[in-house]
């Protein structure tokens, strides 16, 4: 079975704007062990920038202007195991998806300003 990475940007307002990734799991790791070395990476067991995983940016800021209610935290939701078809586009396994989290958390979550940050298209 694969698994399902599932996660939102949630602004100040609290809209919230959901996404998911599927990965491969041909070493059948657990939604628990998963579970359980994201939410030690991942500030206070949830937040990660998008960017550093090399995962779609799920902003409202990409369609409008950033607000005041913006941030640049992702937010983690949850996996579950999934006979759907993998859409990473990089081709990650899960566990080179958790490698590639603890990583990123070991070097830091890079925080940014919303308002002054670029888009680029």
Partial sequence: MNIKFEYLYRDGANYKNWGSIVFSNPENM??????????????????????QLN???????????????????????????????????THRLASEFANQIREEANKGWEVFDPINRIIQK
Avoid at 34 to 50: C, K, T, V
Avoid at 60 to 88: Q, R, S, W
């Fill in 30 to 51: 657990s939604i628990q062990e998963l579970d359980s070395i994201l939410r030690q990476s991942f500030e206070r067991e949830e937040f990660f920038m998008a960017h």
């Fill in 55 to 89: 995962i779609d940016e799920l902003f409202f800021f990409n369609k409008i202007p950033a607000t005041v209610d913006d941030h640049c935290y992702h937010e983690y939701y949850g996996m579950e195991l999934t006979d759907e078809d993998v859409t990473d586009h």
